[in-house]
């Protein structure tokens, strides 16, 4: 396929250099349907990226789609800040039914805003205020947001720069596997918190994220959740997962910390949970935890009436019993064993395949050959994006409702990429 | 009209006590049209909230809501992150056209994320990074957002404890008229800029609402908005105009800031630039500010695709022409003389009237009474909101697209409701 | 008197650049008694500069010197950090007993380390600790210190931007006579406290100079005071006075804040009240804010029981009764007089002369022209310095134990220096 | 011997409740020779605590003394602010001669006000210019100082809570030997610095006691030193160390830092600079940070010319051969011999004893046993105080000027209250 670059003028003349996927992929996308997109002139890309974990049901899922366009058809509410609506009782009622009651969760619901960042912006307001203390625990390679509350937890160097004012009340601890298994989990964190003499502040919660996305695919164990769970209770913090990127059935489970089997205090869901790629967040947390006043928190766009359309209908359609998990799980054995393959028939790569569901990375050694292989999958049709610090990693976060050819079909375009870029 | 409480169970149940609007309106909002709100039993509201000014063009405009439809038939892009899409392309060039263009207004485009807190956190790390400096000047009563970036600049006091954590690097500057007039305009701000000796950190930007919507209507003259830009450009501090709420002609112009003719350094927008309700911001700055790093900063839903559409349509709708500044304008003067009409039937309220545009508030000396006015507005099918640090302040903010007729019709319930509340 | 320069290589080539008296009086002195300093080479200077203010009973006082030479011949404890010392004892029932006692002031005393910026940092860490809350309010052209703590409610640019991090959980307010009467006192600091929207963050405490030294010898009248504790009372905000420079007698009472009848919940005393020089300082407190913990504050030289040594002799030989008090305000009527003839002599300069007791200015609105008058001053013989953010004001702080001669001989020196920089 | 308590009514009544040591060591002091204290009582209390290390010469050392009153005697200049002055003179000459140049140090000499917590705010101001980052990395259980500069960067939780602030900008690291040697040295700290996603923020310094002496006697290895002063230098961060304590000879050499051959960038003297416990302290560093605006930092005792007398005498005395580094070593030996072998008589204690030159410590398992232990020699006549988190290490900081006897005195009456104690 050769793909004639577009003239891209109104947005390299208009738009600000902050843009950044749009000069990887220099294509102007105009149509998309379940796991592929479509450019203007045409081409066709199959999608291994999905909104960055926001498309996991596919682009204009049919299904979601009718909803919709039947709701605003019929003049539903579209903004309804926080009244009361229809459309935002469904949601409630879908997401008891299917999500919280069969897990036997007992989450209050916040709308917090659309956003991810906005999300943790709550979850962190209230665990300060809940405890009392200013400090949060975050960890390495964490990514929880651009606002100056979630950048503060967040780790990559180049956009905390961004902030333009010290970034404090943060402090970060290695996540699972820094060190190669060479040091005992938490020794480090544990003796801090446990000697009055560490001059670490006190942290009124831990944010966590149970596989970091943006910090290059780094999957935490089931034991060491359960183990930095139980550090928490023991050490009076609130434990919080920011499931926005691998939460909505990304690792299998519709909550991706349900193998490790517990319970955080705090959830933050945004990405998929509004199902159709429209902006939507929750942020959940236990009963007794749920101490604000009325409006202490709010935002223009929290009651987003469209997406709670499309989050119930994605949740009625998929989460009502447990065919989704089971075959999250098989894909992502489909897509190990093709990375493995791809290892194996490169071993000059010292690459590192990990994941989980259907997130998986490639840690290339040699760190730019994955933004090469990314380069060229894209001339070869398929969206594929790095993660990690130094972008080292290749990331595949195909829609959870992919077909095993379609998926095939990515993993041969990979393997090829791999191989055209030796 | 006699409105029975329904069950509001599951709100009650599971959402988390933060939930606000949905106490004061006990109704289930169903559908929505132009002015109009319909609960699920079937009464009708005149809306003079317009989504807290994110609904300039009425509830679900035909003429977008036929856009939008389109759009979604067709399967258009409906997540995009910054990917170039022709529905965002379509958007820049509406923007260029019908609204910079005109105006000889030089902005580059930043899309940073589709909250209103998104693009003032992007306009603070801007300024910030710019000027190398960390302190903000906003002014008394402002409201800016909810993340921790942005509420640091925001003065209630009741929003601010929900941090969590001081908030810091903010101070605060009287807004004008802040003191009826009995202190000339910038005395204490120009001091202590003049003054080595004065403690203030010299700020990177002074950020301002031309309205204060949120705060109580308080309205800047032209003159103090005209002062306080040549205050910045000689002491070297960027101007950063919020126009959120005011912007997308609340006010008659476009932006509210162009009856004082300056040109502020950034600007940002959000609620009705989406025009239909849907989530969508900017941050606008002058070229020279664009010294952003590709992805410094960024948002799962700052491609927020539906909304591209229904903009792109309000803006070549409505902003091709004059005709939707003179008709605010003109509606605007209705309002103001019903107000005026109601404060002199009561000359015992010693009620404030003050506004611009569509934009009308009006002050009670006895502080409940904006409530109760605004409780049985709604007993009378009106919805309308209160506003000012102790809600002393009834606002009016109807849709720009509200006929004559309608608006007589909110006007006569609010002097019943006036009356009624004696 | 014609003064060569000294070789003054030593401080030249091994003192940091940070060095500043001894740039402008470029002398190396060796001996001083009384009101006056001798340099190596036998110049003698007159001293109306008293260690700024640490030498309110002159150098080296006979009585006091006497009682340090004992203590130090009998082997007495030099070096006691806050054990019971038979000097510690004896001081602190001196100050009782002629201090706290005939003033009927309730206060606990804390030893929070010799200089005045520990004394400072003892007092907000207390009232912070008290209150629970962070802020504090200083004035415009406060001086506190130069640790963290004390420097972040200090006004000076310069010094601020020492501190190389951002400054905050300070807001300056203007000092009383700001805008020269013509704003009422403290209309925007109550406004900002009263209004729930105004973005103030609550202070713990107010703390504040009757008269700032460093700050240009601004005199706060006793009703601006009087009324800035009724409103540190009204609004539940802790009245820190930094009596440090101001404190000891040097405006006639003991305290400073005696004039104006008010009882500040706190007051910090250093400078004078080891009154031999030695650095010695002291945090007093009403008992019920006495809640540290012990060595919660610490500090190796808060036990200097040399300086406990010659404080007891300073208080029991000039304040067991009225006669300092008295002779210090006949004194300052002196030089009050003489420096209003020097300004009636020059009306050209449009010099402002203030004070209270033995503290004086006099302000020149060609600001430059105090630095000339100090200079040519030095080199006629008499050491006095200015102050003021730019400098412009000729401080006189002559020792209380001044003889009127001696007064005379400084301020018909002074006159020829105003003369002779025309 | 049995102490009588004597009354403290003055100290109870009108001290505050932060008082400390005097709760310890209830007696009154008031005589002091070499290594003795005597109370009003007549008891003779045996010295092992040295004034905190600030009496390394001993009590009133003859010497010092003799210089200290024919200075007084002579009418010197008492306070000299920074002044040029005969006594500074001397004293920068001494400290360049005996201390300096045979060492073959750079350094450039800062007087920042008389006490450690002002040396230590100075280096981290200093640091904070120089490099335009905020950040300062400390240790686990270091100790700096109670201003807020220096107690962000101290461990202990107590005495950071009263800073009544959030202290932030600080970053703590394991400590030598944290983790028993299971972990190397600066794989936590080096991970972070080379991660560009481990969200910690850069560092301007690095701040290190060589020995923790408030922290538990904690002795880092030279080669740890070595280790981090070469990882400051890789990783463009600057070396303080903060030798308050250890330095002035406590170790050995005049500088603890000597033995590992390292240079830091900047160096903290305070405690015995001064000689005879008199309030001294010096901020050094290389003459390329010496980037200081004249007066930036100051402070009113910064000149305290009697210190500066003794200070030059004891330098005279003691520092111009190696004659009190081979004694102090000696010394260090003989105490080490009598802990080990009181550690041997009592294995079930499990006490680990470390050290080096004349500071020790003796840790025990049963951590309240170490305060016992002090206070059974108290009572039987000697002066020793615990350090640690949970004071549960018995600190030996004796004169360096004792004699093998009167340390064998002590050393025995340790031993008995070991066993008085079990």
């Not at 050769?2 to 992929?25: D, Q």
């Not at 926001?54 to 509410?77: S, T, W």
């Not at 089931?222 to 183990?227: S, V």
């Given at each position: 396929?050769?793909?004639?670059?577009?003239?891209?003028?109104?947005?390299?003349?208009?738009?600000?250099?902050?843009?950044?996927?749009?000069?990887?992929?220099?294509?102007?996308?105009?149509?998309?349907?379940?796991?592929?997109?479509?450019?203007?002139?045409?081409?066709?890309?199959?999608?291994?990226?999905?909104?960055?974990?926001?498309?996991?049901?596919?682009?204009?899922?049919?299904v979601l789609k009718r909803a919709?366009?039947?709701?605003?058809?019929?003049?539903?509410?579209?903004?309804?800040?926080?009244?009361?609506?229809?459309?935002?009782?469904?949601?409630?009622?879908?997401?008891?039914?299917?999500?919280?009651?069969?897990?036997?969760?007992?989450?209050?619901?916040?709308?917090?805003?659309?956003?991810?960042?906005?999300?943790?912006?709550?979850?962190?307001?209230?665990?300060?205020?809940?405890?009392?203390?200013?400090?949060?625990?975050?960890?390495?390679?964490?990514?929880?947001?651009?606002?100056?509350?979630?950048?503060?937890?967040?780790?990559?160097?180049?956009?905390?720069?961004?902030?333009?004012?010290?970034?404090?009340?943060?402090?970060?601890?290695?996540?699972?596997?820094?060190?190669?298994?060479?040091?005992?989990?938490?020794?480090?964190?544990?003796?801090?918190?446990?000697?009055?003499?560490?001059?670490?502040?006190?942290?009124?919660?831990?944010?966590?994220?149970?596989?970091?996305?943006?910090?290059?695919?780094?999957?935490?164990?089931?034991?060491?959740?359960?183990?930095?769970?139980?550090?928490?209770?023991?050490?009076?913090?609130?434990?919080?997962?920011?499931?926005?990127?691998?939460?909505?059935?990304?690792?299998?489970?519709?909550?991706?910390?349900?193998?490790?089997?517990?319970?955080?205090?705090?959830?933050?869901?945004?990405?998929?949970?509004?199902?159709?790629?429209?902006?939507?967040?929750?942020?959940?947390?236990?009963?007794?935890?749920?101490?604000?006043?009325?409006?202490?928190?709010?935002?223009?766009?929290?009651?987003?009436?469209?997406?709670?359309?499309?989050?119930?209908?994605?949740?009625?359609?998929?989460?009502?019993?447990?065919?989704?998990?089971?075959?999250?799980?098989?894909?992502?054995?489909?897509?190990?064993?093709s990375l493995r393959a791809i290892?194996?028939?490169?071993?000059?790569?010292?690459?590192?395949?990990?994941?989980?569901?259907?997130?998986?990375?490639?840690?290339?050694?040699?760190?730019?050959?994955?933004?090469?292989?990314?380069?060229?999958?894209?001339?070869?049709?398929?969206?594929?994006?790095?993660?990690?610090?130094?972008?080292?990693?290749?990331?595949?976060?195909?829609?959870?409702?992919?077909?095993?050819?379609?998926?095939?079909?990515?993993?041969?375009?990979?393997?090829?990429?791999?191989?055209?870029?030796?």
């Amino acid at each position: 396929m050769t793909i004639t670059p577009p003239a891209l003028s109104v947005f390299e003349s208009l738009e600000s250099e902050v843009r950044s996927y749009c000069r990887g992929w220099p294509a102007v996308f105009d149509r998309a349907q379940g796991s592929y997109m479509y450019d203007e002139d045409g081409h066709r890309y199959l999608d291994f990226f999905a909104g960055a974990g926001a498309l996991n049901y596919g682009h204009n899922n049919p299904v979601l789609k009718r909803a919709l366009i039947d709701y605003i058809e019929r003049d539903g509410v579209t903004h309804g800040l926080d009244m009361g609506t229809t459309a935002k009782r469904a949601f409630l009622e879908s997401f008891q039914n299917t999500i919280l009651r069969p897990r036997d969760l007992p989450y209050k619901v916040m709308f917090p805003g659309p956003t991810g960042t906005n999300a943790v912006e709550a979850a962190l307001k209230l665990a300060r205020k809940v405890k009392g203390r200013e400090s949060i625990v975050s960890f390495t390679n964490a990514f929880h947001g651009m606002s100056l509350g979630a950048l503060a937890v967040t780790g990559n160097s180049m956009k905390r720069a961004g902030a333009g004012i010290p970034l404090v009340h943060g402090t970060p601890m290695p996540f699972d596997n820094y060190f190669d298994g060479t040091v005992e989990d938490f020794l480090w964190f544990e003796s801090l918190l446990e000697d009055h003499g560490s001059g670490l502040n006190k942290p009124a919660a831990v944010i966590v994220e149970t596989i970091q996305g943006e910090g290059g695919i780094n999957v935490a164990r089931a034991e060491w959740l359960r183990a930095l769970a139980e550090l928490c209770e023991r050490q009076d913090m609130l434990l919080i997962v920011d499931d926005i990127q691998m939460g909505c059935g990304r690792t299998g489970a519709f909550f991706s910390f349900e193998e490790a089997g517990i319970t955080p205090d705090i959830v933050t869901l945004s990405k998929s949970i509004g199902g159709y790629g429209l902006p939507m967040s929750l942020t959940l947390f236990k009963p007794e935890l749920d101490i604000w006043e009325p409006g202490e928190h709010n935002g223009t766009f929290r009651g987003n009436n469209p997406a709670f359309v499309t989050s119930a209908a994605a949740l009625d359609t998929y989460w009502a019993d447990g065919q989704m998990e089971k075959q999250t799980i098989a894909r992502g054995e489909q897509v190990e064993q093709s990375l493995r393959a791809i290892a194996q028939e490169h071993p000059e790569l010292g690459a590192d395949v990990r994941g989980r569901g259907l997130v998986w990375g490639m840690e290339f050694t040699d760190k730019p050959r994955a933004s090469a292989v990314c380069k060229r999958a894209f001339e070869l049709g398929l969206l594929i994006e790095t993660s990690g610090p130094e972008s080292e990693v290749v990331k595949l976060l195909p829609p959870l409702t992919i077909s095993p050819e379609e998926l095939d079909e990515g993993l041969r375009i990979l393997a090829r990429a791999v191989r055209e870029t030796a």
